[in-house]
């Protein structure tokens, strides 16, 4: 029931800006905030992006969010090794009362 | 600092009760301004919201799972729980329990804060 669009990967070299891309509709992420989570190998998600653009207390001002419309976007820049995680886009669905999380995206450090 | 952990069987038999319970710690179940979910995730592939339950025991489900899941909530032992019915080998999952929050007003817009740590659950004769 992913409704959230998003790419299977996205990769790039230490140091790197990479953004990863979160498409929805108008039901989703044109009317609600957008929250990211970060899922290390092996460990439970984390709330990395909170309303489109708020970080949590602790997480590192190298992420950032936005949202344009009906998409999100979460950007990592400085990329590092430790970044190397998936990362899941999540909104408030109206049509289908419920939250709704993208389809993932695993960050490769390369 | 508020900590949440699953518990449960980690092998259910096909056609039987998956039976999952979150306990929290650090902090009460009871707080009207927190609603507490449960999220899964196949191996391999990404999150799926199965339901949530409110302060006052309403829930919410995912409707590709309603006719097989039940939420509730023991505030006495400060846990909730999730019952999923005629489990396949589809159901094979991590299951989290999580906190879901008021994380801005304006919005207004709610995410999930706390996670646990997960438990698998296999599926099988």
């Known amino acids: 029931q992913s409704v959230l669009t998003q790419p299977p990967s996205a990769s790039g070299t230490p140091g790197q800006r990479v953004t990863i891309s979160c498409s929805g509709s108008s039901s989703n992420i044109g009317n609600n905030g957008v929250n990211w989570y970060q899922q290390l190998p092996g460990t439970a998600p984390k709330l990395l992006i909170y309303?489109?653009?708020q970080r949590p207390s602790g997480v590192p001002d190298r992420f950032s969010g936005s949202k344009s419309g009906t998409s999100a976007s979460l950007a990592i820049s400085g990329l590092q090794s430790e970044d190397e995680a998936g990362y899941y886009c999540e909104a408030w669905d109206d049509s289908l009362n419920n939250p709704v999380f993208g389809t993932g995206t695993n960050v490769i450090v390369l | 600092q508020l900590q949440l952990q699953e518990s449960g069987p980690g092998l259910v038999k096909p056609s039987e009760t998956l039976s999952l319970t979150c306990t929290v710690s650090?902090?009460?179940?009871?707080?009207?301004?927190?609603?507490w979910g449960w999220i899964r995730q196949p191996p391999g592939k990404g999150l799926e919201w199965i339901g949530s339950?409110?302060?006052?025991?309403?829930?919410l489900y995912n409707p590709s799972l309603k006719s097989r899941v039940t939420m509730s909530v023991d505030t006495s032992k400060n846990q909730f729980a999730l019952k999923l019915t005629s489990v396949t080998a589809a159901d094979a999952a991590a299951y989290y329990c999580?906190?879901?929050?008021?994380?801005?007003?304006?919005?207004?817009?709610?995410?999930?804060?706390?996670w646990g740590q997960g438990t698998m659950v296999t599926v099988s004769s």
């Open positions: 339950i409110f302060h006052g025991g309403s829930t």
């Open positions: 309303s489109n653009n």
């Open positions: 650090g902090g009460s179940i009871g707080s009207s301004s927190d609603h």
């Open positions: 999580a906190r879901r929050r008021l994380v801005a007003v304006a919005g207004p817009v709610h995410a999930f804060d706390i």
